[in-house]
Nanobody, 114 residues
């Protein structure tokens, strides 16, 4: 069955970096657009970034543009999110999503705190 497993979250200080990974299985990964979303405590889940099937087209939310980079490796069925210059406002659970048909991972916690 379809599985999306996120990893790489943790506790970091402001200004530091993290690299999230989402390992996909159970479907033809190279035929699926992928995205990262996040949900902070008390807030709705919000879109962060997405990438097309080949990895050549990426889009970012204004709040992370220039700091986050989404990429994918179709040989390893993995999508990554590199997060630089992290801020306390980036604290959230980060979710990997297959765009269509929609499928979500279980999420990984990212906490940015002095």
């Amino acid at each position: 069955q379809v599985q999306l497993v996120e990893s790489g979250g943790g506790l970091v200080q402001p200004g530091e970096s993290l690299r999230l990974a989402c390992a996909a299985s159970g479907f033809i990964f190279s035929e699926s657009g992928m995205a990262w979303y996040r949900q902070a405590p008390g807030k709705e889940r919000e879109w962060v970034a997405q990438i097309d099937t080949s990895g050549s087209i990426t889009n970012y939310a204004d709040s992370v543009q220039g700091r986050f980079t989404i990429s994918r490796d179709n040989t390893k069925n993995t999508v990554h999110l590199v997060m630089d210059s992290l801020k306390p406002d980036d604290t959230a659970v980060y979710y990997c999503r297959r765009l269509f048909p929609v499928y979500w991972g279980q999420g990984t916690q990212v906490t940015v705190s002095p």
